[in-house]
C-alpha cells in the first residue's frame, strides 16, 4: 500500500446525464461518447501511477467497467463539495496524501499526478488551475472541510475562492490545462483522442 491516494470521480456514463453543456451543442449521444473517451484516456493515464487510486462513482459501482486493480466506493450523497468533504474525510483516514480529480481533463498526464504527489511532500495544498477558473485536481495532508463548504461551484471564482480560503499555509499549482466543458474545450483537445 501506497502513502497516496487518488480520488478520481467519475460519472456513471448514462445518456442524457453527463457532459450536459457539451450536449447543448452536440446532442446527447455525441456527449456521451466524448464522455467515454476522457474516461478511457483518464484510466490510461492514471493506471501507472505509485499512489492507490480510488474510483468514486457518482450513482453505483459499475463492476463491468475497465477501471482494474483499484478500489472502488460510491460518492455521498449532497453537493459537489460534500461529496468531495467525504471522499477527502475517507482517504485520509488511510493516506499521508490525497489528491482528487474527474475525468474531464484530456491534458492531465501521470507526469502531472506524479508532481502533483511530490508537490505535497514540501507543500500544505496542491491545486491544478483548469482553464475555467476552477481546478482539474487538488491534493492535500490534512482534511480541510472549509475548502468545500458554501463554494459557487461550476463558476470562475472556484479557484481563487479556494486559494484564499487556505492562507497562510502553502500551496503549489500545477501547469494550467483544459477542463472539457464546450465543445470550444473539446475542440482544442481532440487530437490527442485521434
Known amino acids: 500500500m501506497s502513502d497516496s491516494a487518488l480520488i478520481i470521480f467519475v460519472k456513471n456514463p448514462e445518456l442524457g446525464k453527463v457532459k450536459t453543456r457539451l450536449a447543448k451543442t452536440i446532442g446527447d449521444e455525441l456527449a456521451l461518447a466524448v464522455y467515454n473517451k476522457l474516461i478511457a484516456y483518464t484510466q490510461r493515464e492514471t493506471a501507472q501511477t505509485n499512489a492507490d487510486v480510488v474510483v468514486y462513482y457518482s450513482s453505483s459501482v459499475d463492476e463491468q467497467d475497465d477501471w482494474e486493480g483499484v478500489d472502488k466506493k460510491v460518492q455521498s450523497s449532497g453537493d459537489l463539495g460534500e461529496k468531495m468533504a467525504t471522499a477527502f474525510a475517507a482517504e485520509l483516514a488511510s ?55 458554501n463554494m459557487e461551484w461550476s463558476t470562475e471564482r472556484v479557484l481563487s475562492a479556494s486559494l484564499s480560503r487556505i492562507a497562510p499555509k502553502s500551496y503549489h499549482l500545477l501547469p494550467e490545462l483544459i477542463d472539457v466543458d464546450t465543445i470550444g474545450d473539446w475542440e482544442k483537445v481532440m487530437e490527442n483522442f485521434e
Open 95 to 149: 493516506y499521508q496524501k490525497v489528491c482528487i480529480i474527474g475525468t474531464d481533463c484530456a491534458q492531465l498526464t501521470k507526469s502531472i499526478v506524479e508532481q502533483a504527489f511530490t508537490a505535497l511532500d514540501t507543500h500544505d495544498y496542491v491545486f491544478g488551475p483548469a482553464n475555467d477558473g476552477g481546478y482539474y485536481l487538488m491534493g492535500m495532508k490534512t482534511h480541510t472541510p472549509e475548502l468545500f463548504e
